[in-house]
């Protein structure tokens, strides 16, 4: 399998918000015909509206052996056992797809697996499996080391792991990308690499960081220098990343059709640029949305953490512009319903906070 998965999260958007089928289908045809195959899709993607749009521009066109499609069930969305049925049995629908190649566990970690574990739906998992309707199952992750090791070693009946790897969370106290890599090898299962862009803060790198990798390759994107850090690593089946342009497309495909991972003076640089990175970053937001769908108050959260993490070069003006996309910090009414499936386990209420006394004390 080549390397590369078009991960379904940030598809293109038309003008009035909707998902852009058109070009998504542009995209998904370059996807294929340049040889890649790997799609990746889940409930709540796009405002729930991913696996729709996957039907059309992607299962309805194309046969389904030319394809491998990954979906997932999440946590937050099951009250009872018979919501895991009732929301596999949907997807089937929205999908169309008659059967999943890969289906994971969204979004594992100690809160989700508790509940994964009280449902039983790692053997109803395992169940749809043996029926044939998923031919391989694993999980994605969000927690330590340590956690995983204790997931694996109880479920060694998962086929794989999918981790959040990126040369900045490599060694973080945090994500532990590295020992989460390490961890998913001593238990023999392959990696599906998530966030290896983090969110496209890889791809917007400041300036000093920009011109070292521009010095080393200058025909080579940022966000290329991401993805193939992740490719290169040892247990790495495939990297997904969310795709929401036909330029951008093309970029990862420009790296990853005949791929050859960093050598070892390619990759000291990428220490030097994480050192740089890591040193200006006020929120470490991936901008995968997963808070802004529950939030009553409808607030843009990772506009106005991408706002804040712009520095010094962020205006009051572009904070009041963002006023128009929907709620604004100060209408946070502190439910916390965001911080309960924000992947990276953020502080978004004290965040916010702080968004809003930096532009509008
Ligand atoms: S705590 Fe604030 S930002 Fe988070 S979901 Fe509730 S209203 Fe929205
Ligand atoms: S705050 Fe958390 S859930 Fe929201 S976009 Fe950022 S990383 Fe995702």
């Known amino acids: ?38 799609f990746d899709t889940a409930w709540m993607y796009c405002n729930f509206r991913s696996e729709d749009a996957t039907k059309q521009a992607l299962v309805d066109r194309h046969p389904r052996d030319s394809f491998t499609l990954a979906d997932k069930l999440h946590a937050a969305y099951l009250k009872s056992k018979d919501d895991r049925d009732g929301i596999f049995n949907e997807q089937l629908r929205k999908t169309g797809a008659g059967y999943f190649d890969y289906y994971l566990l969204h979004d594992m970690r100690a809160a989700h697996e508790k509940i994964y574990r009280e449902l039983d739906c790692f053997s109803w998992i395992r169940e749809k499996k043996a029926q044939g309707l998923v031919k391989e199952i694993g999980f994605s992750f969000h927690d330590n080391a340590a956690f995983l090791d204790k997931v694996l070693t109880e479920h060694p009946e998962m086929d794989f792991v999918q981790l959040q790897v990126n040369y900045l969370d490599w060694e973080s106290d945090s994500v532990q990308s590295r020992l989460c890599c390490e961890v998913a090898r001593k238990h023999g299962k392959p990696i599906v690499v998530m966030e290896p862009v983090k969110g496209g803060t890889l791809a917007n790198l400041p300036a000093g960081a920009s011109r070292l990798l521009r010095q080393a390759h200058p025909d080579w994107s ?44 390619e990759q000291k640089l990428l220490g030097k640029v994480a050192d740089w990175v890591r040193s200006g970053i006020a929120v470490p937001c991936t901008g995968c949305s997963y808070c802004t769908t529950g939030c009553p108050a409808s607030i843009p959260i990772p506009d106005y953490f991408a706002l804040y993490n712009r520095g010094d070069e962020a205006t009051a003006a572009d904070y009041a512009s963002l006023a128009g996309k929907g709620g604004t910090p100060a209408d946070c009414i502190g439910c916390g319903a965001c911080e309960a499936v924000c992947p990276q386990e953020l502080p978004i209420r004290a965040e916010l906070k702080a968004v809003a006394e930096r532009f509008a004390p």
């Open 1 to 38: 399998m080549k390397k590369l998965g078009f991960g379904l999260m940030r598809l293109p958007t038309a003008e009035n918000g909707e998902i852009d089928v058109e070009r998504m289908k542009v995209m998904v045809d370059e996807f294929l015909a340049n040889g890649f195959t790997y």
């Open 222 to 265: 940022e966000a290329s220098w991401a993805i193939r850090f992740a490719a290169g690593l040892p247990g790495v089946r495939v990297v997904l990343s969310g795709m929401s342009s036909p330029a951008q497309m093309r970029d990862n495909l420009s790296c990853m059709k005949d791929f050859q991972p960093l050598n070892a003076e």
